[in-house]
């Protein structure tokens, strides 16, 4: 293969979405086990609760790649089709495991655990929202007019995990500063059911009107 050759297969759409995937399941399996540990830690129901959300987004994001490594010698009518049937399946569960944020963003909000986290906490919380955020614009860009489910999928399930982000970098921030106060409990409540509504809206819209233009697309 030549040096041009092997340029071109780096630089292929394909090459990109996989690699990107690949990368982002060990970022998030590291923060997965992050917010496990202080979870149990500190006993804070609402890390706990944010580790098993990201569990789930991991294996979303697993079965994609097992999706695409099934579909690599298939014809493009076949790969495409098992594309979509991934991506509609896909967007279900992540809508419906969307409304699961709400249990632990009342346990936080109602019963708000008396414990102070440290500045390390912080500082990765806050690292790892920006690299949502990072991530959710460079998917965002890739997938902008794509007609590939894959790399749709990945877009909105990035910038799920953005908006989850920042809603985590509350929490931390917020046990940082010694725990929640009244005021702040009406702020977080507040706060938090914007994000929530948020998402399951995002989510609802884009599958709509993902579904629709995939149907006409085959």
Known sequence: MSLKERINKI??????????????LAINFGFIGYNAYLGFRFSDAFAIGISVYY??????????????????NK???????????????SSIFVFFIDFCLIAPIILMVVR?????????PAIAMATYCVYKIVMAIINYRLAKKSNNPTTVLLKEIDIIGAIVSVLNLQHTLIMVNGGMTKSMQTLSLITSIGFIVLIIVFSILSFIKNK????NSL
């Open 55 to 72: 569990f789930v987004l991991f294996w979303v994001k697993l079965a994609t790649l097992i999706v695409e490594n099934s579909v690599a």
């Open 112 to 120: 708000p655990k008396d414990v102070k986290f440290g500045l390390i």
């Open 212 to 215: 629709n233009y995939f149907k």
């Open 75 to 89: 014809d493009d009518d076949i790969k495409y089709k098992k594309r979509v049937t991934n991506y509609k399946i």
């Open 11 to 24: 630089n292929n759409f394909k090459y990109k979405t996989v690699f990107m995937l690949v990368f982002s």
